[in-house]
């Protein structure tokens, strides 16, 4: 086959104004395809740049003609893109108003090249229970397990693109039919991507596919892992060298070619959600990237995100669900505390008293203990109870968590810290107080309570160190702790046979957050902590503490009803024009001075509505807009921040997209405006 004479390369520099296609000469070059990596000259620079190529053909677009065009310099085939890969860059472009290279960037490896690539990255060995008894070495699968394995293989037999919703309750066996699915891509030359929410997830996880596939077959990827490691495993990866990659929600981007499944656990999960640029949604591009190469893609969970929900009831994706537990036990029992009560009886403590009953019970059983708090540190916040003083960071201007370990006040938004001053800074009295609670607390008054029991917490400050939450969770799971504590980072896909008690001591926590997505947060957490309870032949125990147990996302949790939460919430959306039924797109605007913030805030208004035109499309924009206005968090760092909220009907995406794409443009483009914009499509927090 003759080799193409001209190529369109996206070129690597961050500038919008370059934000395009440059079209090159081939020379001729040897190995060269969509996706390949190259060296380019590129405008008056005396250097080359590296680049990748996005289309190949052989007679130049109009108005080109007759003009002299630059040659490609070199090749780079270790480092090429899957071409998959570059049709999934064109789409997160337009999808998540990013520029081309930062797309490919997200495909490109971390880290630099070594002499000697291959091995073993350190991907975290761990048993695990198997998920499914086995007979004659084959899992025993349940009526359920087979039936969902009965829709999904046929479909890998097709080759070509589907996407499954798997909601089964927490544990019925969602990973068994994930390994089933991945051993059929595996006999039909097919390669598999499996997306964890949590790093810390990742060891169970590698452990069950390692049991069944063996270690030469698996990649690990995840931010966990060294530059070094982690470039050493995308090589492997590219060059074939291993056809299952686990990891967390980078690893969506892996260099799989010929890629036949792609599975999402527990795709409810924020923590798919990327908060850095290009702030993309792993569930999204797994998705796209699935159908992008006519591959399965499977999205697992015991309580599925209203929008996929949404879109399995609208026929986008196919719904198949798992509604008992693989070995037959009963869900847990749920006991929802009202806080409000036991303040009455004087009980002032973190424990309730059915749950410090519930705790005595288990220990004397020989049984483990979980507690959750989606909070860490050791208090929320440092005040003065003389004048009302708190402590807040000076650069971000919100109030700083106390870390009892470092004895320091720590900002969550920007890292700073600061000591906590003996006297007021504000009107000089002694004696400033903790106020709120956080794991830190938790774990020292759990200690107090329980002083024979040996108790871990496992939260991001606890899993620091590498290695920290592989050797935490290994402990428990060898039952040498009696009590673990966390955050989320605990609440999900763990699998834990000797745990009969959970309890969840402030469930009021994701629920007053000031966000639309608070009650399905909360229903999801207290649904995911409660099923890490009874997983074996006990029946667990889960106890609710909440001040509000009359809300109806506590409610639903307590019935295990997701039916029931769904319907709710579904009807709550439609009436305020939330997702699924729009896009949320929040229009940061961002200033090292307040003013000139406030004002490009109210200019970036007025650019989106005439973008949109004179066309119904502008007053639609208008009824549908909040803000502008300071964000919630108005400053971090050195920049002011303002946010705008403009609500887009899924039905009328594309046009909206391309109104916000050329504001994002004239603004970031234009110097001399003091201002800039960053543009988040349904972004995990509005603060």
């Known amino acids: 086959m003759t080799a193409a004479k001209y190529a369109d390369v996206v070129v690597g520099t961050r500038s919008d104004n370059v934000d395009n296609f440059f079209t090159y000469e081939t020379g001729g070059l040897e190995g060269l395809r969509v996706g390949s990596k190259v060296t380019v000259p590129f405008a008056q620079e005396r250097g080359n740049r590296d680049g990748y190529v996005f289309a190949l053909f052989d007679d130049l677009p109009a108005g ?71 007979e004659n070495g084959a899992p025993v699968l349940t009526q359920e397990q087979k039936a969902a394995v009965g829709r999904i293989l046929p479909a890998l037999a097709e080759g070509k693109p589907k996407v499954f919703l798997l909601r089964g309750v927490t544990g019925s066996g969602k990973t068994e039919v994930y390994l089933t699915a991945a051993e059929e891509a595996l006999r039909r030359g097919r390669r598999v991507v499996m997306l ?67 599975l999402v656990d527990e ?24 159908q992008a190469a006519g591959a399965v893609c499977v999205l697992g969970s015991a309580t599925p995100s209203v929008v996929s929900s949404y879109r399995a009831e609208q026929g986008y994706y196919e719904e198949i669900t798992l509604t008992k537990r693989y070995n037959t036990t009963p869900l847990p029992h749920l006991t929802v505390v009202d806080m409000r009560k036991e303040l009455m009886r004087g009980n002032k403590s973190i424990f309730s008293e059915a749950l410090y009953a519930a705790m005595l019970d288990a220990f004397a059983a020989r049984r483990q203990v979980m507690l959750f708090l989606n909070r860490r540190g050791w208090s929320s916040f440092v005040s003065c109870p003389h004048c009302g003083y708190v402590m807040k960071c000076a650069q971000c201007n919100i109030s700083l968590t106390y870390h009892k370990a470092e004895d320091r006040a720590v900002c969550h938004f920007c890292g700073a810290s600061a000591a906590v001053p003996k006297a007021c800074p504000s009107c000089g009295a002694e004696g400033l107080r903790f106020f709120g609670l956080g794991t830190e607390q938790v774990e020292e008054l759990t200690r107090q309570a329980f002083p024979e029991q040996k108790v871990a917490r496992l939260d991001v400050d606890a899993a620091k160190p590498k290695g920290a939450a592989k050797k935490i969770l290994a402990d428990f ?66 106890f609710v503490q909440t001040y509000v147990p009359e809300h109806y996302a506590i409610e639903a949790a307590r019935h295990h009803d997701y039916e029931g939460f769904y319907r709710s919430e579904l009807f709550f959306r439609e009436t305020l024009s939330y997702p699924p039924y729009t896009d949320v797109v929040q229009v940061t605007t961002f200033a090292a001075d307040e003013d000139v913030c406030a004002a490009g805030a109210g200019e970036v208004r007025e650019l989106i509505f005439a973008a949109l035109g004179p066309s119904g499309l502008a007053r639609e924009a208008a009824a549908g ?51 800039r914009i960053m543009l988040d499509v349904n972004p995990f927090s509005l603060m």
Request: aromatic share 8%.
């Open 477 to 542: 799971a060898a039952g040498k702790t009696d009590i673990l504590i966390g955050t989320q980072m605990i609440a999900k896909g763990l699998d834990f046979a000797g745990v009969s008690v959970v309890g969840v001591i402030s469930a009021d926590i994701t629920l007053n957050i000031p966000d639309f997505k608070s009650p399905e947060r909360t229903f999801q957490l207290v649904t995911q902590v409660a099923g890490r309870a009874g997983r074996r032949e006990e029946r667990g125990s889960v």
């Open 267 to 290: 795709e409810h999960e924020g923590t798919y959600k990327s908060d850095m640029s290009p702030k993309y949604d792993a569930v999204e591009v797994a998705v796209r990237r699935a």
């Open 64 to 134: 080109l003609e007759g003009k002299r065009m630059r040659r490609i310099s070199a090749v780079d085939g270790q480092e090429s893109l899957t071409e998959d890969a570059v049709a999934v860059c064109v789409w997160m472009r337009r999808r998540y108003f990013c520029r081309y290279i930062d797309a490919a960037r997200c495909f490109a490896p971390a880290g630099k090249k070594r002499a000697k690539v291959g091995g073993e990255s350190e991907g975290g060995r761990q048993d695990a229970a198997p998920t499914n008894p086995v």
């Open 196 to 262: 964890v929410p949590e790093i810390s997830l990742t060891h169970q996880t590698v452990a069950r596919f390692l049991a069944r596939f063996g270690a030469a077959r698996i990649a690990v990827l995840h931010s966990g892992l060294t530059l070094r490691e982690r470039y050493d495993e995308w090589v492997r990866i590219r060059s074939g060298g291993a056809d299952i990659v686990i990891g967390a929600r980078s690893a969506v981007f892996a260099p799989a070619e010929n890629l036949g499944l792609v």
């Open 625 to 675: 807009m909040l803000g502008p206005r300071p964000a919630p968090v108005a400053k971090i760092g050195a920049d002011y921040r303002w946010h705008l909220y403009l609500k887009v009907p899924t039905g009328r995406r594309r046009a909206y997209e391309a109104a916000l794409a050329e504001v994002k443009r004239r603004v970031n483009t234009d110097a001399g405006k003091g201002y």
